[in-house]
């Protein structure tokens, strides 16, 4: 059984040294391999991972594990069954070379989704903020896609539908495994403090597959999410495996879809 943690870890919690390397054992556990080998301080990354891996399972993260809270339960909860030993698609494969997939597909720049799509608000950070563009406030929907709630904008949310449709049919056995660390989410991309990341106006989505998110950067992609790429390629999103910077978890509303969404908002 895994010892407890003695007080809360994260923001706002006492942090602990001991409750705080604990926290990010289990982290690492459940994929947030940035956090390893475990320092037991409490910093920015150690609390965004908290928020990520809450974002699994509530559209509220707090960044804060308590003990035997939700957050707790749910870090725990592959204690005798670690993720990797449940589920045959969170095997690591090298990211396939960028001519192999995306065909015809291209990510979209910032100064294109502004142009095309507008101002998600008039300031951002690194922290989620809310969209505050009452034109694009108005087209943002929470739905049901397979197994997870999404918030986004709402024709990125009906061709996620149409891609989860057809993964669904095509590979069911891990179609039940996919989750999500989040859609709606406006700051600005990892690393800038000038470029909005896509999440700003709902029309990106990340995946976790059985509970465990891919580590962005290292290369090396979930073999489940190398199988749905084709799915969303064929529904005109782009798969972040392709950046500079690989980012697996990553499927965005490529540049020609998000091109033709102006003439059906409100």
Same mark, same amino acid.
């Given at each position: ?6 007080? !809360? ?77 449940? !589920? ?5 494969? !090298? ?96 690393? !800038? ?74």
């Amino acid at each position: 059984m895994t010892a407890s943690i003695a007080k !809360s870890v994260g923001q706002g919690g006492a942090n602990n040294k001991d409750d705080v390397a604990l926290v990010q054992t289990l982290l690492v556990q459940h994929g947030f391999t940035s956090l390893a080998p475990p320092a037991g301080v409490c910093d920015k990354e150690t609390i965004q991972a908290i928020e990520s891996f809450q974002r699994q399972f509530t559209k509220l993260p707090d960044g804060r594990v308590d003990p035997n809270g939700r957050s707790w339960r749910h870090l725990v909860a592959f204690e005798h069954h670690p993720p990797s030993v449940l !589920s045959p698609f969170l095997r690591l494969v !090298s990211r396939p070379a960028a001519n192999t997939i995306n065909h015809g597909i291209h990510p979209v720049s910032d100064a294109f989704m502004k142009s095309t799509l507008g101002q998600p608000r008039q300031s951002y950070s690194s922290d989620c903020q809310p969209l505050t563009d009452s034109r694009l406030k108005r087209n943002v929907v929470v739905a049901r896609i397979g197994n997870f709630r999404v918030q986004g904008l709402l024709p990125a949310v009906d061709s996620l539908r149409e891609v989860f449709a057809d993964i669904g049919r095509e590979l069911p056995d891990l179609a039940a495994q996919i989750g999500t660390a989040g859609m709606l989410c406006c700051r600005y991309r990892r690393g !800038s403090a000038t470029t909005i990341s896509n999440h700003s106006w709902g029309t990106a989505v990340d995946l976790t597959i059985a509970g465990v998110l891919d580590t962005r950067g290292d290369n090396k992609v979930q073999v489940g999410l190398t199988l749905i790429c084709p799915i969303f390629n064929r529904h005109g999103w782009y798969w972040g495996a392709a950046f500079p910077t690989e980012d697996g978890m990553h499927f965005e509303a490529g540049k020609d879809l998000v091109a033709s969404w102006p003439a059906v908002l409100k």
